[in-house]
């Protein structure tokens, strides 16, 4: 097996943790032959390896980590049976008749015992440090949250707990070596005193005077910032962590709205995970909290989901509730019956009007509002392939989606026949394969699929790397390749671009301290713009990739791409904006004519079937664009998609905004004008 799919089943990032994961798993079968042989010098090497590897797996924060400890090898047990391979050591040896092995076996029990007081210890401190409400860009300076632990205290706080048994199995080994008892009772000591200090440090912070105020004093205060602060706009959003491209995508345009706005999210991942933002952010996990705050200020609520937790929003009746979702397409869940619950809902132009209307799922169409799609405008035109320049290809298809429906995902049936014949090409192409974030969660298959994929374009990208055509290529762009490199591990080494990924282990803490400077936006924007510069110089021109996580972002490669090929998704509308050829699957066989009756954004397309015999349709209208015969279509389907280019789409989602709270205000001031009870102040949850 390669490395790569090797790095792949384990779990493994990168080759570096891969070597280290298979050292420290290699160490124990060495430990249990020098254990038997016996051999002190070959059971302390290789308990040095497995303890190097252990730890270097763990500054990483590799994956295998969790896949250990689903295969119940986890952090403590791998401990424990070091220090039992340790005492057969000692009993081979000759010691198991000797006052220091019984007193050592006796430690190693007792040191085990104390790790569940340093665990418990650990986890009340965590509960008690963490606010009701997370929060981002919000000044907590007269809500008292006093210092946690100090981070060498809780940071991998298990993982440092279990090393400091390292002196007594030093001491044990020292025994063996020297013949001396006294360096296992020397050894034992001083892990006892580690262990013990390191509880005696964490008590201290247990003290009320060292905690965040209470949980009644904590919303309470977070009530008076609402209403001191007043925002009229939230941006609402609940899903799991891998969404959290659904709710970054509207932060820049509720940034440049002229109403004041606050973000409110549900669930704590999500917040680690969301992009650098001016805008005040509010993380309320508790249903009872959220329904409890004063929310009387806001006028209007933009959903970019339909979720259950919507529910604990919408029950607000002095504002306005918009669903914004999250892309454009002719998905079913563009259409959702749950879409009646809001008071509006928006789409990028007519086409989202019209997809409503003939669903006939209940939402009216004075409550649809055309507003564009704001999040396009770093989408850049084609201009063509350069002269010197072979096509690129971009593949992106859906994931599979929550029913079987095999129109849902080109994977299964055609995600393979696709990557062949453009891996083939008489003409040869760069083909970029970016599947979505979801490929396989619900449906193994795809997710089998997706691998092999993978595959075939790594053995592709062996192929040309060795390949005559492009050997000047490879030549004359060495030096700039070897800097872009370069660039990208400095970026890398100095904190890399995107929200950090971290645990937060001190909430209250992170809270107070996560103000957001004025230029730190900026900063960020220009860091990204190096790194997608120097990503894509840092490999040749003619190499195709697999890009996999959040970067580069997809509008990038839509930047980078001549054609696309997709599924019915929100891709295929964002991928309109450029103006460029693309394919689309009709996965469920339905036929080219009732494909492009029921799906308006493949209109404009080339039509494959499950073979993907018609790519080559796609490919020659990128070589030669004067014999394009869809251009046409697609600048019309454009704006019947995106809506028109003037107004921009800014001005028209702001518009919106203005409006529907202008609206808002309108309402709650006549109920209260007459006296209507209730009217101008939801009433709390019980």
Not at 149 to 173: C, I, S, Y
Not at 508 to 536: G, H, M
């Amino acid at each position: 097996m390669t490395a790569g799919p090797l790095r792949r089943l384990t779990g493994a990032g990168t080759a570096p943790e891969l070597a280290a994961a298979l050292l420290m798993l290699a160490g124990f079968p060495v430990m249990l032959l020098a254990a038997l042989l016996p051999s002190g010098v070959l059971f302390a090497a290789a308990a040095a390896v497995s303890y190097a590897g252990d730890h270097l797996l763990h500054r990483g924060g590799s994956y295998l980590l969790v896949r250990l400890g689903k295969a119940r090898v986890g952090l403590t047990v791998r401990f424990l049976i070091r220090d039992l391979l340790l005492a057969l050591l000692l009993a081979r040896s000759g010691w198991a008749d000797e006052t220091v092995f019984h007193v050592g076996v006796a430690g190693l029990v007792a040191f085990y015992g104390l790790q569940a007081p340093h665990t418990g210890l650990v986890m009340t401190l965590r509960r008690k440090r963490r606010l009701p409400i997370a929060t981002r860009n919000i000044d907590l300076s007269t809500l008292p949250v006093p210092p946690g632990p100090p981070r060498w205290l809780t940071h991998r706080a298990v993982e440092k707990a279990l090393h400091t048994e390292l002196p007594l199995t030093a001491g044990l080994l020292a025994v063996l070596a020297t013949g001396r008892p006294a360096y296992g009772y020397a050894g034992l000591a001083a892990t006892g005193v580690l262990v013990l200090a390191y509880l005696a440090a964490l008590v201290p912070f247990l003290s009320a005077r060292r905690l965040p105020p209470p949980r009644e004093a904590a919303m309470e205060w977070f009530d008076g910032w609402l209403r001191s602060h007043r925002p009229t706009v939230a941006l609402y959003f609940s899903g799991s962590k891998d969404s959290a491209y659904q709710v970054n995508m509207w932060l820049e345009s509720l940034e440049r709205l002229d109403a004041r706005g606050v973000v409110i999210l549900r669930e704590r991942p999500i917040l680690s995970r969301l992009a650098t933002t001016s805008l005040p952010v509010l993380c309320v996990p508790s249903a009872v909290d959220l329904m409890n705050m004063d929310l009387s200020m806001l006028r209007v609520g933009l959903y970019p989901a339909n979720v259950g937790k919507n529910l604990h929003l919408l029950r607000v009746p002095t504002m306005k509730h918009v669903f914004i979702g999250h892309g454009d397409s002719d998905k079913i869940a563009s259409i959702n019956p749950y879409a009646k619950a809001y008071d509006e809902v928006w789409t990028a132009g007519r086409a989202g009007r019209d997809r409503y209307a003939l669903a006939d799922v209940g939402v009216r169409d004075e409550d649809i509002v055309e507003v564009g799609r704001p999040q396009l405008a770093g989408i850049r035109p084609g201009t063509g392939v350069a002269q010197d320049r072979i096509p690129t290809v971009l593949y992106a298809p859906t994931w599979e989606g929550w029913t079987d429906d095999p129109g849902n995902t080109s994977l299964l049936l055609a995600g393979e026949n696709i990557v062949r014949t453009l891996l083939t090409a008489e003409h040869p192409v760069r083909l970029l394969y970016k599947p979505h974030p979801f490929t396989g969660t619900r449906d193994p298959a795809a997710g089998a699929v997706h691998q092999r994929i993978v595959a075939l374009i790594e053995a592709a990208a062996a192929e040309r790397a060795a390949d005559p055509r492009f050997a000047a290529a490879v030549r004359e762009t060495a030096e700039e390749r070897a800097r872009a490199q370069a660039a990208l591990r400095a970026i890398e080494e100095n904190g890399g671009v995107g929200p950090a990924l971290a645990v937060v282990w001190d909430d209250a803490s992170v809270s107070r301290d996560a103000l957001t400077p004025a230029d730190q936006a900026q900063a960020e924007a220009r860091r990204l713009a190096e790194w997608n510069e120097a990503y894509w110089h840092a490999r040749g021109w003619w190499e195709h990739r697999v890009i996999e996580g959040p970067e580069p972002q997809l509008f990038e490669c839509f930047n980078q791409a001549d054609a696309l090929v997709s599924d019915i998704s929100s891709v295929v509308s964002d991928w309109i904006a450029s103006g460029k050829p693309y394919a689309v699957t009709d996965s469920a066989g339905l036929g080219e004519e009732e494909f492009k009756r029921q799906n308006t954004a493949v209109r404009a397309a080339v039509i494959l079937a499950n073979d993907a015999a018609r790519l080559v349709e796609l490919l020659r209208a990128v070589a030669s664009p004067g014999q394009d015969p869809l251009a046409a279509d697609r600048l019309e389907l454009k704006r019947y998609l995106l809506g028109p280019d003037e107004p921009t789409s800014l001005e028209r989602f702001n518009a919106a905004v203005n409006a529907l709270a202008a609206r808002a205000e309108a309402r709650n001031r006549a109920l209260a004008e007459a006296g209507t009870p209730g009217a101008a102040v939801p009433a709390k949850a019980p």
